[in-house]
Nanobody, 121 residues
Framework: QVQLVESGGGLVQPGGSLRLSCAAS????????MGWFRQAPGKQREWVAT???????NYADSVKGRFTISRVDAKNTVYLQMNSLKPEDTAVYYC???????????????WGQGTQVTVSS
């Protein structure tokens, strides 16, 4: 079984910073990409950022210049450094990974359980 486990959420004041982590574990053969989504109360889940196995990164316009995604392949871990946080960044943040399990031939999408980020004074 593959698991994605997030950590690092919490309460922060506007303008502050947080760093989220997501570690993938299990029988992993290959990770194609890992990224982050978020879901605010009453809203649909939205994409935030992605890091591919080729080293490229992409960001939603709403977080570009403030958030940085990075990964450590040896640890199957992806991070989201969030700076200059705004109240509208408040949401549950979900880690997403597209990967291939050992013994399988089709890659699948996996999700973490989510971590709450609250930006408030």
């Amino acid at each position: 079984q593959v698991q994605l486990v997030e950590s690092g959420g919490g309460l922060v004041q506007p303008g502050g910073s947080l760093r989220l982590s997501c570690a993938a574990s299990g029988r992993i053969s290959r990770i194609n990409y890992m990224g982050w989504f978020r879901q605010a109360p009453g809203k649909q889940r939205e994409w935030v950022a992605t890091s591919t196995s080729g080293g490229s990164t992409n960001y939603a316009d709403s977080v570009k210049g403030r958030f940085t995604i990075s990964r450590v392949d040896a640890k199957n871990t992806v991070y989201l450094q969030m700076n200059s946080l705004k109240p509208e960044d408040t949401a549950v943040y979900y880690c997403n990974g597209n990967l291939l399990q050992i013994g399988e031939i089709v890659q699948r999408n996996y999700w973490g359980q989510g971590t709450q980020v609250t930006v408030s004074s």
